[in-house]
């Protein structure tokens, strides 16, 4: 079996394509690069951040009472 390579070429028909008719304007590029240096920067925060943050023991102990509440069977006491 030969493979054949094939080349699509998008016509225009005399028209230049529509990326190239309509210029960017130089301050939506440099929105693109700021937005892009933000997500960096955001990025960089992240991973000084701890992997994991124990919530307070009131979040737990009101999220067990809710449950207890509304009848949940899942709420178990630990070592039972």
């Known amino acids: 079996m030969q493979l054949k390579k094939t080349r699509v070429v998008p016509k225009h028909h005399g028209r230049p394509p529509l990326r190239d008719a309509v210029p960017t304007p130089f301050s939506a590029r ?7 240096a933000d997500l960096k920067s955001i990025v960089a925060a992240a991973y000084l951040l701890p992997a994991e943050i124990a919530p307070p023991a009131r979040v ?3 999220l067990r ?3 207890e509440e509304e009848g949940s069977s899942v ?3 630990r070592g039972d």
């Not at 440099?30 to 892009?36: E, I, L, N, T, V």
């Open 65 to 67: 009472a809710q449950l």
């Open 60 to 62: 737990w102990r009101s």
């Open 30 to 36: 440099s929105g693109r690069q700021s937005f892009a």
């Open 75 to 77: 709420v178990r006491r």
